[in-house]
């Protein structure tokens, strides 16, 4: 059997104490919040969190049936109409969200990692938007992809991403980009909850 000192170097061990003797459960999930919360800037980052999971929701419902079904069936087409208004709604709250942080300088007080994370997520969230929009299989999203092809194939990306690929962009807007997103939410959430809210600039002067 080995020794505690060996234990400490498996990477069980060193993943543990990187992430959950690092938070208290009152930080992850806490009874209060300060005053300041109250405010209606702080609601767009749930606002944000809420139209994401009805993106997950309303997208897993969409591939059940394949890229096209919902141009022939009119609960095909409720659902893609609930993802396309969850995606405007999404983006709207997003950006409401990020300007109220950049004004509020929500980097402040060691939390330049939450910010850091959540640009990261707005990038990601641009691309994984173009590559729904590529998979619509209508007239929008064949000009679409050949704009997009031009641009990319000036730029280099053409050889890795084929914009007219129309199953090479549903896979990457199905499977890789929803996870890569979920996981930069939850790791920008928990930096939330482990840094604080941050609070307006009058309160921290």
């Known amino acids: 059997m080995s ?4 234990n400490s170097k498996m990477w069980t061990v060193r993943v543990r104490k990187a992430t959950l ?6 930080d992850l999930l806490p009874d209060t919040q300060p005053a300041y919360v109250s405010s209606w800037i702080y609601v ?11 993106l997950i929701v309303s ?6 049936e394949g890229p096209a079904w919902w141009h022939t069936s009119k609960y095909g087409h409720f659902i893609n109409s609930l993802h396309l208004w969850n995606v405007e709604l999404f983006f709207l709250f997003m950006v ?3 300007w109220g942080k950049f004004w509020m300088a929500a980097w402040r007080g060691k939390r ?5 994370t959540g640009c990261v997520a707005f990038f990601a969230s641009i691309f994984t938007g173009f590559t729904g929009y590529l998979i619509q299989t209508n007239f929008d999203s064949q000009w ?6 031009d641009g990319f194939n000036a730029v280099g990306i053409g050889a890795y991403f084929n914009a007219l690929n129309t199953g090479q962009a549903l896979l990457i807007h199905v499977s890789l980009l929803p996870i890569a997103l ?10 939330v909850r482990k840094k604080g809210v941050v609070p307006p600039i009058e309160s921290s002067l």
Do not use: N, Y
Request: proline content about 2%.
């Open 21 to 26: 003797e690092k938070f208290e459960p009152e």
């Open 59 to 64: 997208g897993l419902i969409l591939t059940l």
């Open 96 to 98: 409401v969200h990020l």
């Open 182 to 191: 979920g996981v930069i939410v939850v790791a920008h959430v928990i930096l």
């Open 144 to 149: 679409i992809a050949t704009q997009a092809k």
């Open 112 to 116: 330049t990692m939450t910010w850091v």
């Open 3 to 6: 020794s505690s000192s060996d």
């Open 44 to 54: 767009f980052g749930v606002l944000t969190i809420a139209a994401f999971l009805m």
